[in-house]
């Protein structure tokens, strides 16, 4: 059985005092869940983040993390810094690391070798533009994307892997894919999954989508049959509203 999660992504959002009221806010209201409930606060908030969620049902998990073990990257946080703090969960590959930092599949997929190796948690994000939507090459843009990095991974690996499909065209612009649309492209990347690896694999592993979600509708989403959660980016930012959507997936 698949688990379900609900992850918020604050990108660079919230100050010291802002990342704690948050996180108590939420814990006021996560008093008992089912699902699993993932935060990506800031790399500077990660440990008191971390301190501040011991004893709840929440995971603080970071937004990214460099290539390279250790040495001469300055500005870059490396897996092992992450893990000497309590963070085992990484993103990897969002949008905007892609678009802004210029983040290709073959730096992504150093990223995953480099994780796997280090039992480091990976929620890989993907998805296409809207011009690749439009001109309807979204599945083979997604496929690609996917062939050149978690497919490469050998089997044994994929067990430590959430994925995160992201429309980049749904990703803070308040315009959501359909839940036809999710499940659509959900069930094309599990059978991608599946023809590449296997179908027990294809079917344990959560695929989450991410794009506008918002508490009026996440639950329309995620009863989707292949649809196991969401990565939230604007509506985690409010702890009522990532509460709702939370709600809306147990
Ligand atoms: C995201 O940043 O991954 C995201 C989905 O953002 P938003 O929910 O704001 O579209």
């Keep these: 059985m698949r688990k379900k ?14 990342t704690i009221k948050l996180i108590n806010e939420l814990k006021s209201l996560i008093t008992d869940s089912k699902i699993e409930i993932i935060i990506a606060p800031s790399f500077p908030f990660l440990k008191i983040a971390v301190d501040l969620t011991k004893d709840s049902n929440i995971e603080v998990v970071s937004q990214n993390v460099n290539d390279n ?3 001469a990257f300055t500005g870059e946080v490396s897996i092992s810094m992450l893990k000497s703090i309590g963070v085992n969960t990484t993103l990897i590959g969002h949008s905007e690391r892609r ?9 992504l997929l150093k990223k995953l070798n480099l994780a796997v190796e280090n039992k480091m948690r990976v929620i890989f994000c993907f998805g296409e533009e809207l011009s690749d939507r439009k001109s309807e090459m979204h599945f083979d843009v997604v ?9 490469k991974l050998d089997e044994s690996s994929i067990n430590n892997i959430v ?6 065209w749904a990703i803070g612009t308040g315009e959501t894919a359909t839940s036809e649309q999710a499940q659509e492209m959900h069930q094309f990347i599990r059978n991608c999954i599946s023809e590449n690896f296997n179908e027990e ?12 979600v918002k508490p009026a509708n996440a ?11 969401g990565l939230i980016g604007g509506a985690a930012l409010n702890a009522s509203d990532f509460f709702n959507i939370i709600q809306a997936n147990s």
């Excluded at 609900?6 to 100050?15: L, R």
């Excluded at 994925?163 to 980049?168: H, K, Q, T």
């Design 163 to 168: 994925l995160a499909y992201e429309p980049v």
């Design 219 to 229: 639950a329309e989403i995620f009863e989707k049959k292949d649809v196991d959660g």
């Design 99 to 107: 678009a802004y930092y210029h983040e290709n599949d073959e730096l």
């Design 5 to 18: 999660i609900v992850a918020g992504n604050w990108k660079m959002n919230n100050d010291l005092d802002q």
């Design 69 to 71: 073990s250790n040495g």
């Design 201 to 212: 694999i294809a079917n344990n592993i959560a695929i989450l989508y991410g794009g506008s």
């Design 143 to 151: 496929k690609n994307q996917l062939k050149n990095t978690i497919l």
